[in-house]
């Protein structure tokens, strides 16, 4: 059964940073893709960033880009998002999810990942 558990939200002033955790069990991690969603009130859920199996690879929305780093610890089973320059409109519950297939580059299509944690609030102020 795999489990993904994820920390590190919380309520942070506009332009502050957050670090979010996301761990991993039940199947041999690292040689799966993760991907951090977002779905914000009322909006979709939508991609954030991607890592493949091996950390060399990664991917961000361009709403994230250059403020949001992606990286994966395989020793220790988790996935992080370091969160900086945060903006109100990044104000969502964020998910980590693991790729359903092994060994691929990641995806930011949400139906490629079967595994999904339960989220975690991040909020903004402005």
């Known amino acids: 059964q795999v489990q993904l558990v994820e920390s590190g939200g919380g309520l942070v002033q506009a332009g502050g940073s957050l670090r979010l955790s996301c761990a991993a069990s039940g199947r041999t991690f690292s040689i799966y893709g993760m991907g951090w969603f977002r779905q914000a009130p009322g909006k979709e859920r939508e991609f954030v960033a991607r890592?493949?199996?091996?950390?060399?690879?990664?991917y961000y929305a361009d709403s994230v880009k250059g403020r949001f780093t992606i990286s994966r610890d395989n020793a220790k089973n988790t996935v992080y998002l370091q969160m900086n320059s945060l903006k109100p409109e990044d104000t969502a519950v964020y998910y980590c999810?693991?790729?359903?297939?092994?060994?691929?580059?990641?995806?930011?299509?949400?139906?490629?990942?079967?595994?999904w944690g339960q989220g975690t609030q991040v909020t903004v102020s402005s």
């Open positions: 890592i493949n199996w091996g950390g060399g690879i990664t």
């Open positions: 999810a693991q790729e359903t297939l092994a060994f691929r580059s990641g995806s930011d299509r949400q139906n490629e990942y079967s595994y």
